[in-house]
């Protein structure tokens, strides 16, 4: 008798161990390695919700700040898309393994060329609203491919020449970047905001068919996108030889107006 209810105070042990473990602690079988880089005029703040998510469920997660964002300090008359990509390229380094790179807007092209350069250590290249290019093209001239865009219109871009920089107008911001969000969030874009370099926009990718197409590809497509109108991304997706393809029912920036539904995304592209 004392035998049997030493083994039930064991079994009540251990089904409150269990009960008191939430879903959140569990750590999948096979955590991952993302590689995240945020696009222009943006910095690694508007990955945190996302970054967070995905360390939550036991993933190693790198999100890159790249030269004249957030708090660098690189000049912009130093930066260009070959410096993004050395600094994307250095932070995959420091990873065993192959990564899950994802690109936004921007950050599409720098992943693009890193996977040309080093496409053993890609995974799966995931675009989320990005530029998504062949061989040969510019940021600049993927933009102007895209008639719904609202970078297109009447001076909302300011161009500064002297500085090789350029700016959104104030009053765009929101409408470009965050038009979906909680005024907080808004007020978040607008209180980071810096002006963008200018040169990475007119620097072309070289891209393979035996490097960069080796590549698996997944595309993010946002439905209500002021910047990479769905249009465009349409065109770039089916040009792209993009594997999978999800949406996702935000403006440009999911990862501040829908994290969570972002980082499931993301987590779905990782296990297929």
Not at 151 to 178: A, C, N, R, S
Not at 195 to 215: A, C, M, R, Y
Request: charged share 15%; glycine share 6%; aromatic share 6%.
């Amino acid at each position: 008798m004392k035998k049997l209810r030493v083994i039930q105070l064991l079994v009540l042990v251990a089904m409150f161990i269990l009960s008191s473990c939430s879903s959140d602690d569990v750590q999948p079988a096979n955590p991952k390695n993302y590689v995240l880089v945020h696009g222009a005029w943006q910095a690694p703040y508007a990955w945190q919700a996302v970054k967070a998510n995905l360390e939550k469920q036991g993933n190693h997660v790198i999100v890159v700040e790249l030269p004249g964002h957030g708090a660098d300090q690189t000049p912009p008359t130093e930066i260009t898309l070959d410096k993004y990509k050395e600094k994307v390229m250095n932070a995959i380094s420091t990873v065993d393994g192959k990564v899950l790179l994802v690109g936004h807007s921007l950050g599409g092209m720098i992943i693009s060329s890193v996977a040309e350069s080093i496409p053993e250590k890609v995974e799966t290249l995931i675009y989320v609203a990005a530029y998504l290019p062949v061989s040969g093209l510019t940021l600049d001239s993927l933009a102007h491919m895209d008639p719904d865009s609202h970078l297109g219109g009447k001076d909302v871009l300011i161009f500064h020449t002297d500085t090789y920089t350029v700016d959104v107008k104030q009053d765009q911001i929101v409408d470009l970047f965050i038009q979906d969000g909680t005024p907080e969030v808004q007020n978040l874009v607008l209180n980071n905001y810096r002006t963008e370099p200018l040169i990475p926009f007119i620097n072309p990718v070289t891209l393979t068919g035996q490097n960069f197409g080796s590549v698996k590809k997944a595309y993010i497509k946002t439905l209500q996108d002021h910047v990479v109108s769905p249009y465009l991304q349409n065109k770039m997706i089916s040009t792209g030889n993009v594997k999978s393809v999800l949406e996702i029912n935000t403006g440009h920036s999911p990862f501040l107006s829908q994290p969570d539904n972002l980082s499931s995304l993301l987590t779905k592209i990782a296990n297929n």
